[in-house]
Every structure is written in C-alpha cells, then in structure tokens.
C-alpha cells in the first residue's frame, strides 16, 4: 500500500517543479501559490508513505494532518483568487489573511498532544489522534471545507467561461480535470476517516494524477486571439 502515496509525492513534486519553472518564466502570482500547495501535498503524501511502510510517529503524522489536512487546499483556493479576483486589494487582504492562518495553524498542529496508542493503526484518525486537543483535528474542516468549495466553483465557473470555444478546448477540458481531481481527492476523506489506507492512498493518488494530467491539458498553446480568458 506504501507504494501509492509514495506515487502521488512523485506527482505532486513533478507538478510544483512545473509550476516554478512557469512561475520563473511569467511572474504570476497563482503559480507561486499553486507550487507551494503542491509542494505540501507532496511533503503530506511522503508522511504517509512513510507512516504507511513502517509505522508513524508524532512528526510524521503532524505533518501529514497540517499539510495535506489543513493547508493544501487553502493555499490552492489563494492562487486561485490570483487568478481571478482582479482586485489586488482583494487578493492581498486575503493573503495577509491566510498567512495568520497558517502560522496559527502550524502553532496549534505542531504543538498540539497526540495519542501515541492511536498511531499504532495503519491509518490514524485525526479525530482520535488528537483526542487530547479536537481543536487540532477540527482546523481540517474549518480551512478545507470553505476553501474546497471556493475552489470547485471558481474551477468549474473558469470552464464554464470557455465552454464553445474550439479554440480553448485543450483548456476548458483540462480545468474541468482539475475540478475533477480536486474532488477525488476531497472524496478520499471518507476513507480517511474510516480508516481504510488502501482506499485512502488510491484516491489521493489517483486525484492528483488527474490534476496533472489537467494542468498538462490546459498548459497547452492557445492561440494569441484567444488569450487572456
């Protein structure tokens, strides 16, 4: 079972190397972000590799949870008003915003009480993890939950925008994936708190393979009179 989250660690750091390599190129701000969300799926997909393949300790859980729970998603839904919001002054409240989020975030995981009995199942749930502090654990609901939605609807809003335009089909088909994939991924949840890791690393994997292979579809040339849609 190792072998899947370790996969989607290789995904996911092939992805934020792609999106640096544009972000170097271009300079827009929801690459950056985007590099960095994928930069923390890989970091919470190789936790869970090695959780997975020979048991977890307290480090490695806390950062599967902080990273791959709490923050991924959020820091995905930033780049994602970047990309949209056309008020700088938006778009900057809310990154102040989400980086008081992160640090209070990273306080409260890193430092938060775990239950060492509980780490000894192959797939520790967060909410018996951290049954010293629900705090620690609720935090997955309260930053992913709203982020995930935002980032849903603005995704398929973005598709929705290209729809019957031959011209952007690479692209309106490739955000849909990535909508699609972002949902698998939220889907992998359920198993998450069921416990069941063969469930849980399919999705994960599967999820951010489908989101690459999106970004690889919407990364394609579009010609010049079709540009900034």
Known sequence: MWVFPLAAAGIAGMFCALLLRQFAQRRRPYQAFWAIALLMYAAASFALFLGVLDGWNAPEFKVYWLFGAVLTVPFLAQGEVHLLVRSRAVAYSLLGLLVVATVFAAARVLSADVSQAVLADSL???????????????????????????????????????????????????????????????????????????????????????????????SRHVPAGARGT
């Open 124 to 218: 520790p749930r967060g909410k018996e993890v951290f049954a010293a502090d629900p705090y620690a654990h609720r935090m997955a609901q309260y930053y992913a939950y709203p982020t995930y939605a935002f980032l849903l609807f603005a995704t398929l809003w973005s598709a929705w925008r290209m729809r019957g335009r031959p011209e952007l089909r690479d692209r309106f088909l490739g955000t849909l994936a990535i909508a699609i994939g972002a949902t698998i991924v939220a889907a992998g949840s359920a198993f998450a708190a069921a416990g069941m890791v063969l469930g849980f690393s399919i999705t994960l994997t599967a999820g951010i393979a489908v989101m690459f292979i999106g970004f690889l579809r919407a």
